[in-house]
């Protein structure tokens, strides 16, 4: 079993940034496709971006490409997601999740963080 823990959540203003922080641990060997998911208030839980551990192939939802940067560290089993010009509409709770093949918006991963909150205001 993989275990995620993420950090780097908090207010921001309208057109501000912040930076994710995903960091893996356990059986991180199982697993290669990692990725990020949010959830508003009284919404369903949606896909933000994804990439894979080994090559490093990334993917985006609509709503947050040339907004949204996913990366990673190898090395530190770590996962980034940076988020620039944030809108109010980006507020949700921010979660990683990793899976044994590329996480695509109809994934149903393996394992999931607890989540941090991200609220940008006006």
């Known amino acids: 079993q993989v275990q995620l823990v993420e950090s780097g959540g908090g207010l921001v203003q309208a057109g501000g940034s912040l930076r994710l922080s995903c960091a893996a641990s356990?059986?991180?060997?199982?697993?290669?496709?990692m990725g990020w998911f949010r959830q508003a208030p009284g919404k369903e839980r949606e896909f933000v971006a994804a990439?894979?551990?080994?090559?490093?192939?990334?993917y985006y939802a609509d709503s947050v490409k040339g907004r949204f940067t996913i990366s990673r560290d190898k090395d530190k089993k770590t996962v980034y997601l940076q988020l620039n010009s944030l809108k109010p509409e980006d507020t949700a709770v921010y979660y990683c999740a990793t899976d044994k093949t590329p996480i695509r918006p109809w994934s149903t991963p393996v394992s999931w963080g607890q989540g941090t909150q991200v609220t940008v205001s006006l």
């Open positions: 356990g059986r991180t060997w199982t697993t290669d496709g």
């Open positions: 990439i894979t551990m080994i090559g490093g192939s990334t």
